[in-house]
């Protein structure tokens, strides 16, 4: 039996046709440790930004993997391509850290794996790290209507989908235990799991179950379900002085303001204000580019 490879940082990035997931890989080919890392793309590009060789030849530790099936425009079909790719990982590698990243996500500079571990070596009961309680600029978030959602799947109406309600049912009874609030969840555009967290689900079988395709939460709020069921905490890492700058759609401020503070990941680079993706991502582009002539 072959023994999973120990690395410092694993990044996971599901990756459609509509991503410029070049330009993603080369944020985080330029920012992360080259020593001790693998970036896995699950590929569902549909080779718009070219085949599967070509991402691959992006740096010679990034992987290439198909999606695991799924069904088009189910809530959940997003968590199987993610859960089978966090499957995919663990059984070849042992990541002191895994980092999910969307596409549309861009890291900004270099620390992550210092500032992370910094956060989880605080306390070893926090398994998940992202935006989470506290908004970039400081607003709370707001989890009710992702706990509305899931009380319905739990509750009467959820009978529609009995196998959907008794394991949601089951997974909400133990998070609950372990002190979880109806809803509560990281951004899904990028998050940080620790080793153990990750191992604990895996080993639980919760990497694999493919009845919640079928579920309305989506893939950051059933993996943060799973993460408390499991036993550990979520922590705020995406507030006004934590690393990550997220909102869900557009950046939260302007790409200028968000390297002169010092932040290490923002999404989406899909808008702000007047500019275009491609503006976006070009001013960001530039900023690497200098900083690896320094």
């Known amino acids: 039996m072959i023994m999973p490879a120990p690395v410092r940082l694993a990044v ?16 985080v080919v330029r920012y992360t440790d080259p020593a001790s890392r693998v970036i896995v793309v699950v590929d569902d590009t549909k080779g718009v930004h070219g085949d599967r060789d070509h991402i691959a030849s992006l740096s010679p530790d990034i992987a290439v993997i198909d999606p695991a099936p799924a069904r088009p425009g189910t809530d959940g079909g997003l968590w199987i391509k993610v859960a089978a790719a966090y499957r995919w990982l663990l059984e070849r590698y042992q990541p002191g850290l895994i980092m999910r990243l969307d596409a549309d996500a861009l890291l900004l500079g270099r620390g992550i794996e210092a500032a992370a571990e910094a956060a989880f070596g605080q306390d070893p009961q926090v398994g ?32 529609r989908n009995p196998r959907v309600r008794t394991g949601l049912r089951h997974l909400t009874r133990l998070a609950r235990q372990h002190g979880y609030e109806d809803g509560e969840h990281v951004l899904g555009c990028a998050y940080l ?16 179950q493919p009845w919640l395709e079928a579920s309305r939460l989506c893939d950051d709020q059933l993996m943060s379900l799973l993460t408390v069921a499991a036993g550990y905490r979520i922590a705020d890492f995406g507030g006004p002085q934590h690393p990550l700058a997220l909102k869900w759609q557009g950046l939260p401020a302007h790409p200028s303001d968000l390297l002169a503070n010092g932040k290490l990941v923002t999404h989406s680079v899909r808008s702000w204000g007047d500019l275009s993706e491609k503006e976006i991502r070009g001013i960001f582009a530039a900023a690497r580019a200098s900083a690896h002539h320094r």
């Open 12 to 27: 996971l990035i599901p990756a459609g046709p509509r991503d410029d997931i070049v330009d993603t890989l080369d944020s």
């Open 193 to 208: 799991h620790s080793l153990a967290a990750a191992s604990t689900m895996n080993r639980n079988g919760w990497f694999d």
């Open 128 to 159: 998940l790290l992202g935006s989470y309680r506290v908004g970039p600029a400081g607003a709370p978030r707001d989890f009710t209507p992702v706990a509305r959602a899931l009380r319905a799947e739990i509750g009467l109406r959820g009978l």
